[in-house]
C-alpha cells in the first residue's frame, strides 16, 4: 500500500484559474463542468487539483505525469480514472484500487489517496 498527500491555497488555484489555458491543460471536460456549476468554484478545482496531486505521490509518479490523465470522478465519493501515460506507470508499478478522500475550507484544499497493491 502507498500512500500520498497534498495541500494547497485556494487563492493560488483562484490565481491560477483567470490565466488562459489553465482549466484546460490541468482538468478534464467533465471536471470543468462539475467545478463551475459550484458555488465557488476555485474551492472545487483546487480540491481536484491536491487529490491529482496525491494520486502522484501515490503512485510514485510524483508530478510527473499529464493533468487530465488522472481524473477525479464520481460523488458523493470521489473515485480516479487514469487514462494515458499515467495509467501505463500504474500498471507497470502493479498499483491496484485508488481511494481518494478530498476536502476543502475557504481557504486550504486538502487531498489523501491511498493505492493499494495489485493482488
Do not use: N
Request: charged content about 30%; glycine content about 8%; hydrophobic content about 40%.
Amino acid at each position: 500500500m502507498k500512500v500520498g498527500v497534498d495541500i494547497i491555497e485556494i487563492e493560488r488555484i483562484r490565481r491560477a484559474l483567470s490565466r488562459d489555458g489553465f482549466r484546460e491543460r490541468c482538468f478534464t471536460d467533465a471536471e470543468r463542468a462539475y467545478c463551475d456549476s459550484r458555488h465557488d468554484p476555485a474551492q472545487s478545482y483546487a480540491a481536484r487539483f491536491a487529490g491529482k496531486e496525491a494520486v502522484g505521490k501515490a503512485l510514485g509518479c510524483g508530478i510527473r505525469f499529464t493533468w487530465k490523465d488522472v481524473e477525479i470522478v464520481g460523488r458523493p465519493k470521489p473515485g480516479v480514472r487514469l487514462t494515458g501515460r499515467t495509467a501505463a506507470f500504474a500498471e507497470k508499478v502493479s498499483a491496484g484500487a485508488i481511494d481518494l478522500s478530498m476536502t476543502h475550507s475557504r481557504e486550504i484544499a486538502a487531498a489523501i489517496c491511498v493505492v493499494a497493491a495489485r493482488e
